[in-house]
């Protein structure tokens, strides 16, 4: 059974900095991207960052980038997201994937990407506070 679990969502303050995990089991990360999408209340799930396992090349969105570094585990099966300055907007449900053979360029790009994945963790809430 393939199984993604996210830990390390919680309260923050403006500014500070919280570290994402997602464990994950029944399959490996080879020819998967994986990374972080989110959606805030009333919002669009976008994507955040995403990392290659071909070639671990690494994609953010814009809001992000700068902020945020994505980083694997491949031995341990575990995906990482270390966010730092955190800001209101960045307050949601923040969501591990995995799509088989997707590029990292179209779930960053593309709007609607998050219906190409295969796998999908429960989310965990990211609350920004002012």
């Known amino acids: 059974e393939v199984q993604l679990v996210e830990s390390g969502g919680g309260l923050v303050q403006a500014g500070g900095s919280l570290r994402l995990s997602c464990a994950a089991s029944?399959?490996?990360?080879?020819?998967?991207?994986i990374g972080w999408f989110r959606q805030a209340p009333g919002k669009e799930r976008e994507g955040v960052s995403c990392?290659?396992?071909?070639?671990?090349?690494?994609y953010y969105a814009d809001s992000v980038k700068g902020r945020f570094t994505i980083s694997s585990d491949n031995a341990k099966n575990t995906l990482y997201l270390q966010m730092n300055s955190l800001k209101p907007d960045d307050t949601a449900v923040y969501y591990c994937?995995?799509?088989?053979?997707?590029?990292?360029?179209?779930?960053?790009?593309?709007?609607?990407?998050?219906?190409?994945?295969?796998?999908w963790g429960k989310g965990t809430l990211v609350t920004v506070s002012a």
């Open positions: 994937a995995a799509a088989y053979l997707l590029s990292c360029s179209v779930w960053i790009r593309f709007p609607y990407s998050y219906y190409g994945m295969n796998y």
């Open positions: 029944g399959f490996t990360f080879d020819d998967y991207a």
């Open positions: 990392i290659s396992s071909s070639d671990g090349s690494t």
